[in-house]
Nanobody, 122 residues
């Protein structure tokens, strides 16, 4: 069964850190690019970045540069998103998706996880 499962979401204080994971199964993870997306309340889904099969990272949102780090471990079939210096605008549902190549449009990705919620803590 083809699956992408996100985990690691939760409450984060401004200035805090969080590590999200995207675990893959049922397909050849190491040949697929993994895109990360965020949907804030009342807003459209936003492409954050994509990490290629060879771990080349492309950023699609300037606001996360320098604070978000995207990595992958092909042996463990897992991708990670490290969030540092969390700001309230980072809150939302974070999803990972797979495609053979990195693309900025969410509609290009063929496999999706259900997402994990990240909420700002006051």
């Amino acid at each position: 069964q083809i699956q992408l499962v996100e985990s690691g979401g939760g409450l984060v204080q401004p200035g805090g850190s969080l590590n999200l994971s995207c675990a893959a199964s049922g397909f050849t993870f190491e040949v697929y690019a993994i895109g990360w997306f965020r949907q804030a309340p009342g807003k459209e889904r936003e492409a954050l970045s994509c990490i290629s099969a060879r771990s080349v990272v492309t950023y699609y949102t300037d606001s996360v540069k320098g604070r978000f780090t995207f990595t992958r471990d092909n042996a463990k079939k897992t991708a990670h998103l490290q969030i540092n210096d969390f700001i309230p605008e980072d809150a939302g549902i974070y999803s990972c998706a797979a495609n053979l190549q990195c693309r900025p449009g969410w509609y290009d990705y063929i496999m999706w996880g259900r997402g994990t919620q990240v909420t700002v803590s006051s």
